[in-house]
T-cell receptor, first 113, second 116 residues
């Protein structure tokens, strides 16, 4: 079956670094996304990985290992506004070669002063 | 660029009535629109996928006669919740995939539906 796991909650301190892990078991892997979602708002795109390795974008970086079915999102120099839910989503191709996003339950990150 | 406008932001309706939610891609053509539902503290649940000019593909367990989806043009898709019941109260979000854009999914701002 298709499955995505990520921690439910994490807490970190302002200015620190936090790593949010995501493991997945899917067939037809076609890319992994990280989105940020504040309460009551729609998700906003953070990063996309389709090849192994690290993608860096400012304070945010995302890593992918396809052989291990593993990704992480790294947030540096944490700010209070980074308190949000972080969603890991895997795009998979089904038997009909259609793309479909499979979402994790999200990691709720609380940044404390 | 890549903005999806979703309306209304919130709506309260009586049981048994119908509610229409619109999603418009403002500055790009959306070949595919995804409709999600999200309950509090839960992840996004895909309801259906619609391609412009064709019938929507519904996920297992989603009633196609209750959740009517129309994607008549490359810039507009609508979701109509028919005969709404309190259990339909949720956060509904659309997401568009751009034509010729390999991986971009842009989300609308969401609609908070409350059925009383």
């Amino acid at each position: 079956g298709q499955n995505i796991d990520q921690p439910t909650e994490m807490t970190a301190t302002e200015g620190a670094i936090v790593q949010i892990n995501c493991t997945y078991q899917t067939s037809g892997f076609n890319g992994l996304f990280w989105y940020q979602q504040h309460a009551g708002e729609a998700p906003t795109f953070l990063s996309y990985n389709v090849l192994d390795g690290l993608e860096e974008k400012g304070r945010f970086s995302s890593f992918l290992s396809r052989s291990k079915g593993y990704s992480y999102l790294l947030l540096k120099e944490l700010q209070m506004k980074d308190s949000a839910s972080y969603l890991c989503a895997v795009r998979a191709l089904n038997a009909g070669n259609n793309r479909k996003l499979i979402w994790g339950l999200g990691t709720s990150l609380a940044v404390n002063p | 660029g890549a903005v999806v406008s979703q309306h209304p932001s919130w709506v309260i309706c009586k049981s048994g009535t119908s509610v229409k939610i619109e999603c418009r891609s403002l500055d790009f053509q959306a070949t595919t629109m995804f409709w999600y539902r999200q309950f509090p503290k839960q992840s996004l649940m895909l309801m259906a996928t619609s391609n412009e000019g064709s019938k929507a593909t519904y996920e297992q367990g989603v009633e196609k006669d209750k959740f009517l989806i129309n994607h008549a043009s490359l810039t507009l898709s609508t979701l109509t919740v028919t005969s709404a019941h309190p259990e339909d109260s949720s956060f509904y979000i659309c997401s568009a995939r751009r034509t010729y854009f390999n991986y971009g999914y842009t989300f609308g701002s969401g609609t908070r539906l409350t059925v009383v």
